[in-house]
């Protein structure tokens, strides 16, 4: 079966075919073979625009962003808030920038050990040159912005802005669009858009829906509201104990300077309402962020009608599991991997070797060891056969696959039944189907050791 849109990929019917490469604004980009070899330059790059000082969420979802920042290229960290918001933060640091300037030496006093687990963990130095004030008389954030993107690294940029709201100022995004709009006039600031993905709120007036081009990708991690809930009030409730996570145990204490600063004085314990747009990009093995239907551990987004014909996304989508249907499924169904994968990530910042703390198993698919999706052609009647031999634990660890079709993530709506549900392997045959249609199978393989970890594979 094919993606909808493609033509038919000329291969023998149940040959595997692997997806070499996105392509991001106009680009093939390679990807590589195994998670041991990603090279810098096929990681997202983010920009960030926090109004830490507010509500202390932000706080909290950058203490996680910062212990996942081997899976980025931070391009820069933008804080737009000058005064700290009393009686709401109690944070001894009173603005923005210094509050996350001091997460980032927080960070970097545990720096020695996080590469011991991953290389890829940007030196403190790094991430503080690219931390600046984004206040309303400052052009720091802006200048950081247009640097980015009109620097010669052909990956695009991905945007978040995680608040602008009760004494931040305007989004550093916003006015560098108003900038390169009045400067370069239509073509340069088309060209200048089109190198922007968003992960993000909407904070850029008229530069979201009302000044062409619109943006290419843009999703909403934040909205819509359901049962009076915006989808960013979810993460604590589906994520704060899952798997027995304690944040006490897991992240506040023991766990160096960094897990200190990590704040429970919020009015949901766990908030991080903006944890999501980034684990959205995360490598998984899963995901793949230009696809937003398909499910991650940001959860599974839909196309937002109120911008017909755009290429805008938010999250109204329902998955059933466990018995039920509805939309907190959609993250619920990873809260214990995702926060196992956490805590493991904490621990690693007081591990002074490899061995003294667990690893996410590699998973393989079908003799591919890469994290990129697997594509498979076939035919209505025609066995498909997946396979998980190859898997490995970096620890050691024993490590067990398991199966499953994502019916929500594909276009074939009908049941799709696997041979084995557990095991190195499964397989099954091709439906009937009137027009070409996808189905998604998902390989998970965890570990036993201490948190159990989950690694995955899509098909």
């Known amino acids: 079966m094919q993606r909808p849109g493609r033509p038919p990929l000329r291969i023998s019917p149940t040959r595997l075919i692997t997806l070499l490469g996105v392509v991001l604004n106009g680009l093939l980009l390679p990807l590589l073979t195994s998670r041991d070899s990603v090279a810098a330059d096929s990681r997202p790059r983010l920009i960030i625009e926090t109004d830490a000082g507010g509500d202390p969420d932000d706080e909290q979802s950058l203490v996680r962003l910062l212990v996942y920042a081997n899976e980025f290229e931070i391009e820069g960290i933008i804080t737009n808030r000058p005064m700290a918001r009393d009686g709401e933060n109690k944070n001894p640091v009173r603005d923005g920038l210094g509050i996350v300037r001091a997460l980032i030496e927080a960070y970097g006093r545990s720096h020695v050990n996080l590469v011991k687990h991953d290389a890829r963990f940007p030196a403190p130095e790094q991430l503080l040159a690219r931390t600046v004030a984004g206040y309303d008389d400052i052009a720091d954030g802006v200048n950081l912005i247009i640097k980015a993107v009109d620097g010669d690294d052909p990956r695009p940029i991905w945007f978040s802005n995680w608040g602008t709201d009760h004494g931040a100022a305007e989004s550093c995004l916003k006015r560098a669009l108003d900038r390169v709009l009045g400067e ?56 704060a104990t899952a798997g027995g996570f304690d944040v006490e145990r897991d992240v506040r204490i023991g766990h160096g300077p960094l897990g200190a600063l990590y704040p429970v004085n919020t009015s949901l314990r766990q908030k991080e309402g903006d944890t999501m747009m980034f684990l959205y990009l995360a490598p998984t093995g899963m995901n793949e962020p230009l696809e937003p239907a398909w499910g991650s551990w940001g959860g599974r987004y839909g196309h937002n009608a109120e911008f017909p014909g755009k290429n805008y996304h938010w999250a109204n989508q329902t998955d059933f599991w466990n018995g039920s249907t ?26 002074d070797a490899y061995e003294k703390a667990n690893h996410a198993p590699k998973a393989v698919l079908n ?33 067990t696959a398991e199966w499953f079709v994502y019916p929500e993530a594909g276009t074939f709506t009908r049941n799709v039944k696997l041979t084995a549900t557990s095991g190195l392997q499964t397989s099954f045959l091709v439906p009937a189907a ?14 036993n050791g201490t948190p159990n970890l989950t690694s995955y594979r899509r098909a």
């Open 326 to 351: 509805n939309r907190d499924n959609t993250l619920a169904r990873w809260a214990v991997a995702l926060q196992n994968d956490f805590a493991a990530r904490m621990d690693w910042c007081r591990a």
């Open 367 to 399: 003799g591919d060891a890469s994290r990129g999706l697997l594509h498979i052609q076939a035919t209505t009647g025609e066995p498909v056969t997946l396979s998980a031999e190859g898997s490995r634990d970096p620890d050691g660890n024993s490590i």
């Open 184 to 239: 370069r006039g239509p073509v340069g600031y088309a060209k200048f858009k089109n190198r922007l993905r968003l992960s993000s709120a909407d904070k850029f007036g008229d530069h979201t829906a009302r000044i062409d081009p619109p943006f290419v990708f843009w999703l909403n991690a934040s909205h819509p509201p359901v049962e009076g809930m915006r989808w960013y009030h979810r993460f604590s409730a589906l994520t």
């Open 434 to 447: 009137r027009a070409s249609q996808t189905i998604h199978v998902i390989l998970q393989v965890n570990d």
